[in-house]
């Protein structure tokens, strides 16, 4: 037995990430004809020619540069040097291979020098990039939010001085919120920003900067959040701010800027992530120019804020697809128990850790498609081709779709990874398996880009009750309709699918009626109700996916791998969607057991 333990560490030391291609490619092409990007210009010749070979070229880049370094990175992470921030041995060399090859470039407009793919491709590829290395993952993602805050609210000198050198991946970026006293309630944000000439003087200080200071670029161009001095109070008084690492002297070269990494945080998981304390004007003030208008950088940040909500629902979704490889290999070799003959058994072979195996890989496929569903309805959002109406509806679902993305799959991701831990037993409990990093990487997903508590708000409060269920209304149509669709004969795999989407959507279309009647005169219903009421919701999403996946299947594999996935959107009907129920009775009925509660905890 001990030899086979042995074994089956060194099994675990090659066993590095393999991209799920195939069920990559049922969720694009399920993806792209939910949101209809195929009528798009130039989008139907990408997805049948140029896709193939991206993700190809991209699974071969996280499995062989990019997943080796992942535990490299976890036992030797960042440090703050004098000098500046150091990343973890092959994290430089790593990132030189991925800006030449042109990942860095792929989702970046064309106008800036990008290649300008769609954003459904390139979110399979940051699927890719989040379950090889989560920690390398986060540097390049933030670049393509950034662009699009540029692009939208910058002017058009910052746009040819800055976005060409971050759309080849020359430059990184950073995002500058948090301060000590300012964690989500940026209202009381105290970083100032006094006039100087057309620039301006930064000063301040900030917390929990995710790639503030590092060695992977010569330049690191950081969005900052700051007041100017005749700045309304609150969150209407907030500007943004460009302000780079280094920045033009006078005689054309880089001169550093008065911006510094002054520690690093020690955290629980993505070590090499250099996660900073970044202080702004010890030495007269850092410079900056001003993004957008006065008092709209909260505006401004949330175009950015909004890409890095999918990102992190795309890299937590990575997350629970390597959680699941890694549980499946060491549930194929590891022996426990004896069969009726006598002979050790393989644990996969036990009925609770096929049920473990089938609960990851089923909630994995689900928020795989519904992320990859958002990307796409993303894509038909910003086409600037097609009628507007069309442009509309697309923005209205992407406005539903994206805290539902960020909350369920970051949820979904440590779900899974605390399954992959379950299923290595105490093996999954020590540091040697890669899994016990997988998991604490997976745990930051619902705290970042605003905690799954403000997305469910948002979603209740803001797309939901704003607009009277409108859009609600219309996702739910649709999730019926596929519904529908699925066979009604009771014998039939999918009939439990079936009836449990009609029924939770119509469960939901009452609720979600009575919640916002009652709003306007209960105050703390929505926060009471929002993480429930956003779970409901993902879990009828997620069997959506899984129904449209089930009829894609037949279109696309083979009749072995076709029932497959029948199985597990079976699986998931029984499994998974009779949460429903769980959440509609927190909805409906313990929302006052909140509220009313006096009593100190």
Not at 89 to 108: I, Q, T
Not at 577 to 595: I, M, N, S
């Amino acid at each position: 037995m001990n030899n086979r333990y042995i074994d089956y560490n060194q099994l675990l030391m090659a066993n590095h990430y393999q991209a799920p291609l195939s069920l990559m490619r049922l969720a694009i092409n399920q993806a792209a004809a939910t949101a209809g990007v195929r009528s798009l210009e130039g989008y139907d010749e990408i997805l049948s020619d140029l896709a193939e070979p991206i993700l190809e070229s991209a699974a071969r880049f996280a499995g062989e540069v990019l997943s080796p370094l992942n535990s490299v990175g976890d036992r030797n992470p960042s440090r703050c040097e004098p000098r500046g921030v150091v990343t973890p041995p092959g994290f430089v060399e790593a990132y030189r291979r991925f800006r030449e090859d042109g990942w860095a470039s792929l989702a970046a407009p064309a106008e800036y020098g990008g290649q300008g793919l769609p954003t459904l491709v390139s979110a399979a590829v940051t699927e890719m990039w989040g379950g090889a290395n989560l920690s390398f993952a986060m540097c390049p993602e933030l670049t393509v939010g950034a662009l699009e805050a540029m692009r939208v609210h910058a002017s058009a000198q910052l746009n040819d001085e800055y976005a060409p050198r971050l759309a080849s991946g020359d430059w990184a970026t950073a995002m500058c919120l948090t301060e000590p006293q300012s964690g989500s309630d940026l209202s009381t944000l105290r970083t100032r920003a006094e006039p100087d000439g057309d620039a301006w003087r930064l000063f301040g200080r900030k917390i929990y900067i995710s790639w503030g200071d590092h060695d992977l670029t010569d330049n690191i161009v950081h969005f900052v959040l700051a007041r100017t001095p005749d700045a309304p109070p609150g969150l209407r008084g907030i500007s943004l701010f460009l302000v780079p690492k280094k920045v033009p002297s006078a005689t054309g070269t880089l001169e550093k800027n008065d911006i510094d990494a002054v520690s690093l945080e020690h955290k629980m998981g993505i070590r090499a992530s250099p996660t900073c304390v970044m202080v702004l004007g010890e030495h007269g003030g850092a410079r900056g120019w001003l993004i957008g208008r006065l008092n709209d950088g909260l505006g401004c940040m949330f175009t950015m804020m909004n890409h890095m909500r999918l990102g992190v629902g795309l890299h937590s979704l990575g997350l629970a697809e390597r959680s699941l490889q890694l549980a499946r290999v060491h549930a194929r070799e590891r022996l426990q128990g004896r069969d009726a003959a006598g002979a050790q058994r393989r644990i996969i072979e036990h009925a609770d850790v096929r049920r473990m195996l089938l609960m990851m890989k089923s909630l994995t496929q689900a928020a795989r498609g519904l992320a990859y569903t958002a990307a796409a309805t993303l894509d038909v959002a910003h086409s600037a081709e097609g009628d507007d109406g069309q442009r509309t509806a697309a923005a209205r679902r992407v406005d539903l779709l994206t805290p539902v993305v960020k909350a369920w799959c970051s949820d979904v991701g440590v779900e899974v990874a605390s399954l992959g831990v379950q299923v290595h037993g105490g093996m999954g409990y020590v540091d040697d398996a890669e899994i016990s990093q997988v998991y604490r990487d997976a745990r930051i997903g619902p705290i970042f880009e605003g905690t799954n508590y403000i997305q469910a708000q948002d979603l209740l409060g803001r797309k939901v009750i704003r607009d009277k269920g409108a859009a609600l209304g219309e996702l739910l149509a649709d999730i019926e309709k596929a519904a529908e669709e699925l066979p009604a004969v009771v014998a039939h795999p999918l009939a439990h699918l079936r009836s449990g989407l009609v029924d939770g959507c119509w469960r939901l279309r009452k609720a979600t009626a009575s919640l916002i009647e009652q709003s306007a005169r209960e105050p703390d219903l929505i926060g009471a109700a929002a993480c429930h009421f956003l779970n409901w919701l993902a879990v009828l999403a997620g069997g959506w996916q899984l129904a449209l996946s089930a009829r894609q299947a037949a279109l696309e594999f083979d009749a072995t791998a076709a029932r497959a996935v029948v199985d597990l959107a079976a699986f998931y009907a029984t499994h998974v969607l009779p949460r429903v129920y769980t959440h509609e009775a927190a909805v409906t009925q313990g929302t006052q057991c909140v509220t009313a509660l006096t009593a100190d905890l």
